[in-house]
């Protein structure tokens, strides 16, 4: 956590002011009770209800045996659910651990045994999948599995709820919830976020944004991924006093009809999706002209797509670059229209630190590309539980190493030139290639596989598996590889979109794999 010396800069000038990410919520239903706080499909809620829901959820998991300090894994969808749990567990001073609805076994085992999970809170089925199913397989009699809609052989979470109960409020200092890391070297990390610092992060973010009590957002994204929970997301609407419609899927089809009905303002979308959207306004005839805004972040923004978003959507465009463990960059609502297509903004906090390094740690010339190192009031100072990798993180002096390739303008706005670990980012998921191989790595007729990016118009990045099968093997086929992997628990975005077969690869002097030489020779 942040030193006293940095905790009391950042409360004497002003980010952090001792609210906890509970009130955000109760503080809002206090100004405008009988104002729209959710939209969920034809569940309509008040700030007041939603407000009552999160106390008597809290009383109920309360008298269900939670407790402060307890972690629970919350893979719930786009819901009303969602929030409801999510408040519930912040006043009662348990802590959300957010996994995203792909993630499977592989995924969710680590994340319980890893968070020591007290509970793990699931729909019945989602998108065609059971949860129940997975829980039989991720949850031992020590973790109470709590379900949203059809409980099988757990606990529903209707069944819950009580009569509210005082609770003490937790430290401001503490940790409110646990986001997790892209995942660059396997599994995800878990990313502590304090409700000091998460405050200021969604309050920020609301104010960079434009937001206020007329906005309508738009959770089009998974809303346990930083980018809608609260940049500003979900958490920064609530704050301002506006409107959250939950979207069942970014779909143009879906979208695009809520944007219509609901009278939707800003919404937030990844790059594949902000071009699947400029392709689906041409046919899908909906009135669209309530969206003022669209953030566009999870990965780069190509300068061509950034440039039709005015023109054909109607709205302004606005880049985000940032990451769950921190640190957020925005494009300014009153920046020049050539600085919004051509930059991933600059810095939310005048106290974000910002270093740009070579290989050897020395900063770069001005306008230099080099690896970007960053220190602030919202960016952490370590991982949960990872004492090994954050010593290779963060520098001494507290600056995370964020792997990020970029060059500062002069304006102070960061360009992003790539990522210098080895991740491929298909459409804003970040698939970790070390894990996918070593998962590759144990099927029957693989003595070798690597995983590299190539690129792709729609998705920035498609995942290749390339391979080298032993002797007197068959080659597994796209379709075969897909379902073992499947069957070992992987999330689907991690999935090999390409499999090539190769008799030899390509090594570098010191006996890596060049994937650099692979990706060269394919057609």
């Not at 409107?243 to 979308?269: C, H, K, N």
């Amino acid at each position: 956590m942040w030193s006293e010396e940095f905790a009391a800069r950042y409360r004497e000038r002003g980010y952090w002011t001792g609210t906890t990410l509970g009130e955000v919520l109760r503080g809002a239903a206090a100004r405008h009770p009988a104002r729209t706080a959710l939209v969920d499909g034809d569940t309509r809620l008040t700030y007041a209800e939603l407000d009552a829901l999160a106390n008597r959820r809290a009383a109920g998991l309360r008298r269900r045996g939670l407790a402060a300090g307890d972690n629970v894994v919350v893979q719930l969808a786009n819901t009303a659910e969602f929030l409801v749990t999510t408040f519930a567990l912040l006043r009662l001073g348990a802590r959300p651990v957010y996994a995203l609805p792909a993630h499977r076994r592989s995924e969710i085992s680590y994340l319980v045994a890893h968070s020591g999970a007290a509970a793990y809170v699931i729909p019945d089925r989602h998108a065609g999948f059971d949860f129940r199913v997975l829980a039989g397989e991720v949850a031992d009699d020590s973790v109470r599995v709590l379900v949203d809609g059809d409980p099988g052989p757990y606990t529903a979470l209707a069944d819950v709820d009580a009569d509210p109960v005082d609770l003490p409020e937790p430290d401001p200092s503490s940790v409110a919830l646990f986001l997790l890391s892209g995942g660059t070297t396997g599994l995800p990390k878990l990313i502590p976020r304090t409700h000091d610092d998460y405050a200021y992060n969604l309050r920020a973010s609301a104010e960079v944004t434009g937001m206020d009590a007329e906005t309508v957002y738009l959770a089009a994204l998974p809303v346990s991924h930083n980018f809608a929970l609260a940049c500003p997301g979900v958490l920064g609407t609530l704050y301002a006093g506006g409107t959250v419609v939950m979207a069942p899927s970014p779909s143009p089809a879906d979208a695009f009809a809520l944007i219509e009905r609901e009278g939707v303002t800003v919404t937030a979308l990844v790059p594949s999706l902000a071009l699947l959207w400029l392709e689906a306004v041409k046919a899908v005839r909906r009135d669209l002209s309530s969206l003022r805004l669209l953030q566009v972040g999870g990965a780069r923004l190509a300068e061509e797509p950034a440039r039709r978003i005015r023109p054909e959507l109607g709205c302004a465009l606005q880049q985000v670059f940032g990451m769950a463990e921190g640190l957020l960059n925005y494009t300014r609502l009153d920046d020049p229209e050539d600085v919004v297509a051509t930059t991933q903004g600059r810095p939310l906090c005048e106290d974000d630190e910002i270093r740009i390094v070579d290989s050897e740690g020395a900063e770069v010339a001005p306008g230099g590309i080099g690896e970007l190192l960053t220190r602030g009031p919202y960016t952490l100072r370590g991982y949960y539980r990872a004492e090994e990798h954050n010593a290779r993180s963060f520098t001494p002096d507290g600056f995370y190493v964020t792997g990020d390739l970029v060059r500062r303008l002069p304006t102070g706005h960061l360009v992003v030139e790539g990522r210098v670990k080895d991740v491929i980012n298909r459409g804003g998921e970040k698939v970790p290639t070390e894990e996918v191989e070593d998962h590759l790595m144990t099927h029957p007729a693989v003595r070798e596989a690597a995983l590299v990016g190539v690129p792709d118009p729609m998705l920035g990045e498609r995942s290749c598996a390339f391979l080298r099968v032993r002797d007197g093997e068959r080659a597994p086929a796209l379709r075969e590889l897909t379902a073992y992997l499947r069957e070992r628990g992987l999330a689907d975005y991690k999935l090999p979109d390409r499999v090539e077969v190769r008799a030899e690869f390509p090594y570098t002097a010191v006996g890596k794999v060049s994937k650099k030489a692979l990706v060269e020779g394919l057609s």
